[in-house]
């Protein structure tokens, strides 16, 4: 299955969007479209993401963080470890970086958005 961590009112996860469609209709494949902000991820669920993207690059916890949005210095996270993160990205999910597209046991952060690429592959 292929799956994005979609944010609708963003511009970069809209285009992102339009290219997982593309590749999940050229190769018969369900696209599952998660609006993160509607239906917030665990914090197992985002532990699971990211060996998803470590299994396709290094990439650290703080990588999938959005650190310019407001709970990021509400909740002083910028010396928080991974465990602290995560939990803050389950309970304030405006802080999970987008769009993240997961195929094939493997995710990447599609910021290009044509950083989806380097998975959307058969």
Do not use: W
Request: aromatic fraction near 4%; proline fraction near 7%.
């Amino acid at each position: 299955m292929l799956t994005i961590f979609h944010n609708p009112r963003c511009s970069k996860s809209r285009e992102a969007c339009v290219l997982a469609q593309a590749f999940a209709d050229e190769h018969g494949l369900s696209l599952q479209i998660v609006e993160y902000l509607k239906t917030p991820p665990s914090q197992e669920a985002l532990t699971a993401l990211h060996q998803a993207l470590q299994a396709h690059a290094p990439t650290s916890v703080r990588d999938m963080v959005r650190v310019n949005e407001a709970p990021y210095a509400e909740l002083q996270l910028a010396q928080a470890d991974d465990a602290q993160l995560l939990a803050a990205m389950a309970s304030h999910p405006i802080l999970l970086q987008r769009p993240i597209i997961q195929f094939g046991g493997k995710a990447v952060i599609a910021r290009p958005p044509e950083r989806a690429h380097t998975i959307l592959r058969l």
